[in-house]
DNA sequence: ATCACTTACGGGTGACGTAAAAATC
DNA sequence: GATTTTTACGTCACCCGTAAGTGAT
């Protein structure tokens, strides 16, 4: 059999036109590539190249093997990328979320279930979720609408109401309810990547300003030190105390402030999740 | 980069589910297929088995890197088995021909042509003599009819007349000429590949009988010692001298009975036949 | 003289074999 | 006890580098 080192320093001399260059390029002295030529032309017993006294140039035999050469090396590093990619695929957990709320509840226990696995998350628009669990770039998927189609596992997750964030001083502060027409027209603080809440919340509230911040704790700290209205939900005011300082928080009243969401995944993979799924 | 030697290993392991096994028939000692496949999983940096304590099987990272060492072999005997064949093409040039005349004359020039070439040639149908050109199994062919294509370059190379050969004591020893008619249901000894001669002198003479002989050997000396009749032609009567022994030869009078040669290559390949083609 | 290739020779890496240990059946 | 895998250790092959020689520019 051809080593592939052979292989590769064929390629080499084909590339660079004399042994001299091609040696060079290798980081290997000009006469072991002459050897390994020599070697090539024993194991396959053939003549692969034109010599004169002093040059050698590749004859249609070696031009021919240095095809399969280029298509060999090629499929080996292919092999070596693509190995690489499925071994870190199986040892990673890659969970898209249409919003950040789900995933502070999930992310843990994803992390519980799969502790030698990496868990990974990110936010995306539901249409990229579904995109992405079809190539297999997301592992599970959290969607606010439920996903029926045959080679797919869904499953009602949780919900999460959304809460207006204000100072005491604040006008609607004494109110038990809020509708998104109430507050239109103002500004708020907001986190960057809130998903899918944006599209709600800019289509309700057309005329309101947001001022979007891609810190969370930036969030925070401009709650803490500002009048400005911001957001919440039920699901952020257990998991984030912090939150709570110095603000009221008013659910909304609107049907759509209330999401449900659902957990998707590949159904020939879901039993690789079942330990988690069973969790919730 | 992965040596070949790795793939193999991984390959003969992935087919016989044990190192023991797998060494075995590699004709290696069992702890070299061990290192082999710890030294694979280093240089992947991945882990390709399960390990038990006496027991290792392939994961599914492992079973895709067997896949891979599938093709990539694959690949290598695919490129040595092309390789060596395309060197035998480079050094052999082959013939082939409607009818055994034309090489008689044909195959000496060529030979001499090209001294450092492998000679080789056939007698075949027209149209597998066709096939056989696009295919590049065959480099030069020659037809009775010529061959136009926007490929190909088709010239006329020599004609041959058909002679019937008998013994002085045969009714037809004293004609000039002689048709296919004449000789209808006669007993004929013939050579065996004649190639297109046969298909004509069946039509012609469709209630004769005709002793075919493998070797051209066999024909002369049946000639020789039987009153059978038997065929020649001006290209046999030249290059043959023994077939002149005891036998008369008439030519046959039918326009069928003289045939037209044309020589024919594909246009790519025509420079390097031009030396040949010049010398006839 | 410089460049390009080949041959000759010595060195070091690494692939292999043998031996032995550990674990399972 | 038989089988299988892993670790340890010594050996030898072979791939590489240096040096020297030949021929061409």
């Not at 072991?32 to 050698?56: A, D, P």
């Not at 590749?58 to 690489?84: F, P, Q, V, W």
């Not at 603000?247 to 049907?255: G, N």
């Not at 993979?269 to 079942?274: D, G, H, I, L, V």
Request: glycine fraction near 4%.
């Amino acid at each position: 059999m051809i080593e592939i080192y052979l292989l590769e320093h064929l390629l080499a001399f084909n590339e660079y036109g004399t042994l001299s260059a091609a040696a060079e390029h290798l980081n290997i002295a000009q006469p072991s590539l002459s050897r390994s030529m020599q070697k090539l032309e024993g194991i396959l017993n053939v003549t692969l190249f034109e010599r004169q006294k002093n040059r050698i140039i590749l004859n249609e035999t070696g031009k021919l093997a240095a095809e399969y050469a280029r298509r060999i090396l090629d499929m080996e590093s292919e092999m070596e990328r693509h190995i690489r990619a499925f071994d870190r695929s199986q040892h990673t957990l890659t969970i898209g979320s249409c919003a950040p709320g789900p995933l502070m509840v999930l992310l843990p226990k994803a992390a519980g279930s799969f502790s030698d696995m990496t868990v990974s998350s990110a936010i995306d628009t539901e249409d990229n979720l579904i995109k992405g669990l079809r190539n297999s770039e997301y592992n599970i998927i959290i969607l606010s609408k439920p996903l029926e189609h045959e080679d797919i596992y869904c499953k009602k997750y949780c919900t999460e109401q959304l809460y207006l964030s204000v100072t005491p001083f604040h006008p609607a502060a004494s109110y038990q309810k809020v509708s998104f027409a109430d507050m239109d027209g103002q500004n708020f603080i907001m986190y960057a990547h809130v998903g899918f809440w944006e599209d709600i919340v800019r289509e309700k509230m057309p005329h309101a300003k947001f001022f979007k911040q891609e810190d969370m704790e930036a969030v925070g700290e401009l709650a803490h030190f500002s009048d400005l209205p911001s957001f919440a939900s039920d699901i952020t005011l257990k998991t984030m105390e912090s939150r709570h300082n110095n603000r009221i928080h008013i659910p909304f009243s609107d049907s759509e402030s209330l999401a449900a969401y659902y957990l998707v995944c590949d159904l020939r993979s879901k039993t690789k999740f079942n330990s988690l799924f069973r969790a919730l």
